[in-house]
């Protein structure tokens, strides 16, 4: 990851209670677009995604990302390719996954 010490996450919150992180799409992307103050702002909720070879589905724990993560932290595919802005453009792309290194080994086919 580029420059890890100057990494700002934001959450919600209210003096008696953590609301988590999540924000709507557009509130993000007024955030984003309207930003002077940060390098980038990039939206990021942890899921449990359904993964499978075939025969058996297995839970494994999961990011949902916005297309501008992986450009905005300086994080490159070792194979393949990692997301873009361009797959944000929701309804029109498909789904894109991108896997670590630490998911179990599964095959599946698309």
């Known amino acids: 990851m580029r420059d890890p010490i100057r990494l700002v996450i934001f959450t919600l919150s209210t003096p008696d209670r953590?609301?988590?992180?999540?924000i709507s799409r557009t509130v993000y992307e007024k955030i984003?677009?309207?930003?002077?103050?940060?390098?980038?702002?990039?939206?990021?909720?942890?899921?449990?995604t359904t993964v499978s070879d075939g025969g058996r589905a297995e839970y494994v724990s999961s990011e949902l990302v916005s297309g501008n993560s992986?450009?905005?932290?300086?994080?490159?595919?070792v194979l393949g390719r990692v997301l873009t802005p361009e797959d944000d453009r929701v309804p029109?792309?498909?789904?894109?996954?991108?896997?670590?290194?630490g998911l179990p080994t599964v095959t599946y086919s698309v």
């Open 18 to 22: 953590f609301l988590g992180s999540a």
């Open 32 to 48: 984003r677009d309207n930003n002077t103050a940060l390098d980038g702002f990039v939206a990021m909720t942890g899921s449990l």
């Open 70 to 77: 992986f450009e905005t932290l300086g994080v490159n595919a």
């Open 92 to 101: 029109d792309s498909p789904p894109v996954c991108v896997l670590s290194y």
